[in-house]
């Protein structure tokens, strides 16, 4: 489970070294949306040499490559495959055919390059398009490399035509918290994690924390960064407290000590399935922080 996930240009050497200074649970290495057309064939051997090194790192390592209805695409797999990336991030993904699709192309690339079969996850940008809403709930089939999803709203805002993408007291207008919400939904259907996207504004700590917390609120368990500074502070959102280990803790020994129940007292409150379930979340959350002792 990864909290941070920090996009990195695969197109700077610079960027790409001082990644290993940033405590980012997940980097993912960017081919697209932050690389110039003419400067990726360079940036997919950057990647590429450096993927192959590795450099001992804790984080996993992922790419994200051009659209599948691009000629990019192919290219930027045939080559960062010769470096084993932990995943594969797949923007603008129409459906979760595309999902589908890309797992043949990973199936084929980790033959070509001695990697083991079905090593390389996936991680699609699920509602960038106005299609692919009306078929989130497909991601429950789509694969078995299957990471998780995560959500984005600029190309869907520049797709409907929006004007603005924030209502009131700075939060998504309607359309956009439709697109959060049921990315969230369809995470939770397909039993992976539901990672939120990036806040845009790197300079505002404060915006930042307050939509981390939201997205920890609603279920969410990790978020995009765009920028070194903000991993600490989505780190921090997505780390269980103390107190909050210690009550999951006990909730789930109170069910342990008692298998046919459905429903206990707990500190003069009734507790049942969903509250075990959501204690093993959050159990789940610390251990990936180094909290669960």
């Not at 940036?43 to 590429?48: D, G, H, I, M, S």
């Not at 995943?87 to 797992?103: F, M, S």
């Not at 398009?129 to 984005?152: D, N």
Request: aromatic share 6%; glycine share 6%; charged share 25%.
């Amino acid at each position: 489970m990864y909290r941070s996930l920090l996009f990195v240009p695969g197109d700077s050497e610079k960027k790409i070294a001082k990644s290993e200074t940033v405590p980012a649970d997940l980097i993912i290495f960017d081919l697209e949306d932050a690389v110039a057309a003419d400067a990726r064939p360079e940036a997919r051997l950057r990647v590429r040499d450096y993927l192959k090194a590795r450099h001992d790192r804790s984080a996993a390592l992922y790419v994200r490559i051009n659209p599948l209805d691009t000629e990019d695409a192919p290219k930027d797999l045939d080559i960062v495959m010769e470096g084993a990336p932990d995943g594969i991030v797949l923007p603008k993904a129409h459906a979760p055919a595309d999902v589908r699709t890309l797992e043949k192309l990973l199936d084929a690339a980790e033959k070509k390059h001695g990697v083991t079969k079905g090593a390389t996850r996936i991680l699609p940008v699920a509602t960038e398009t106005p299609a692919a809403l009306f078929t989130l709930g497909e991601y429950r089939h789509a694969a078995t490399r299957l990471a998780g999803l995560t959500w984005g709203a600029e190309d869907l805002a520049a797709a409907v035509g929006a004007m603005s993408k924030a209502g009131d007291n700075n939060e998504w207008s309607d359309p956009f918290a439709l697109a959060r919400s049921l990315c969230l939904f369809a995470a939770s259907a397909a039993g992976v994690q539901a990672i939120d996207t990036l806040y845009a504004d790197f300079r505002d700590a404060a915006g930042l924390a307050a939509s981390a917390a939201r997205a920890r609120r609603d279920g969410f368990t990790g978020k995009l960064a765009i920028h070194p500074g903000q991993v600490e502070t989505i780190n921090a959102a997505f780390t269980p407290s103390a107190e909050e280990i210690d009550e999951a803790r006990a909730i789930i020994e109170l069910f342990a000590a008692n298998p046919q129940a459905g429903a206990l007292s707990h500190k003069g409150r009734m507790v049942d399935m969903p509250h075990l379930v959501q204690a093993r979340k959050i159990l789940a959350l610390a251990e990936k922080s180094g909290g669960g002792r």
